[in-house]
């Protein structure tokens, strides 16, 4: 494939625009992918991760979200909802979060991928955790709190302190988790109750509850454009679609502005 995505891609084509658009060497960088809009890749997704491996170099740390939304209190559900006397049973029988065995179903191939490979490393959160290969991979994941699950104790701050690059493969700003850690930065974000199934000491399980931060991505996609005209945002083609990349510092930063000026919060 040659740079503008015509033809098929491969792990060199698509490292090579990989480097194009900005990717740095020796960073941290997490991405969220769409595969299919990158069009035929030889390879498939192990054909991306060795390309985003070979862009960021030996010294590079990767990090994909590798969420699992199904282990949520079933009353919250709505794509589909279940019946109100289903909700005791799925409680009581979702099994505990394993981070070394739990799949993330609905994170893509790319965050499959990444999290099924050797040396990599995830975080221990029921609901929204992260999976990383890399130098920087324990410091990632690790002290991943239960009721701060996209705040200061969760991967994402983490990655604030490192001063990473955010990648979109194939997707828009709404998949951008890191526009979340500007919602727990934000003053006076709704809260709610949320539960999940987790792993005990000695190898059982449990469901807990805790009350956070509701996470709302509805607004997300017009956060997204206002920081692109900011010029924050450098974008490119990554096969036969687009490569949207940015430092999360500048992402996060913007974001908790804008969300002051056109959010009301419950303190408003």
């Known amino acids: 494939m040659t740079t503008d995505g015509s033809g098929p891609g491969s792990r060199r084509s698509i490292a ?3 480097r194009l658009l900005g990717v740095r060497p020796g960073a941290t960088l997490l991405v969220h992918a769409g595969l299919r809009p990158l069009g035929f890749i030889s390879g498939g997704p192990h054909a991306v ?12 740390t990767i990090v994909v979200p590798t969420h699992t939304p199904e282990n949520s209190d079933p009353a919250q559900w709505r794509n589909p909802p279940v019946p109100a006397d289903w909700w005791p049973l799925i409680r009581s029988e979702m099994p505990g979060f394993d981070p070394a065995i739990t799949p993330s179903r609905f994170m893509g191939a790319l965050a499959e991928t990444v999290r099924g490979w050797p040396g990599a490393l995830r975080s ?16 990632v994941v690790t002290g991943h709190a239960l009721a701060d699950m996209l705040g200061e104790q969760s991967p994402l701050a983490r990655l604030y302190d490192l001063d990473a690059d955010v990648l979109l493969l194939g ?16 003053p ?19 469901w807990v509850w805790w009350q956070d931060v509701r996470l709302d991505a509805g607004d997300f996609d017009a956060l997204g454009a206002a920081l692109e005209a900011t010029g924050e945002v450098r974008t490119g083609p990554v096969g036969a679609g687009t490569g949207r990349l940015m430092r999360q510092r500048a992402a996060v930063d913007f974001a908790v502005h804008w969300l002051a000026r056109n959010r009301t919060t419950e303190d408003a």
């Not at 991760?49 to 590079?60: E, K």
């Not at 221990?124 to 410091?139: I, R, T």
């Not at 006076?188 to 449990?206: H, K, L, N, Q």
């Open 124 to 139: 221990s959160h029921p609901q929204v955790s992260f999976a990383a290969l890399g130098p920087a991979a324990e410091q």
């Open 49 to 60: 991760v060795l390309a985003l491996r070979d862009a960021l170099g030996p010294d590079g």
């Open 171 to 186: 997707v828009g700003h709404s998949a951008s988790t890191s526009l979340h850690l500007a919602e727990y930065r934000s």
């Open 16 to 18: 090579a625009q990989l």
């Open 188 to 206: 006076g974000s709704p809260r709610e109750r949320v539960g999940a199934a987790v792993r005990t000491a000695d190898g059982g399980r449990e």
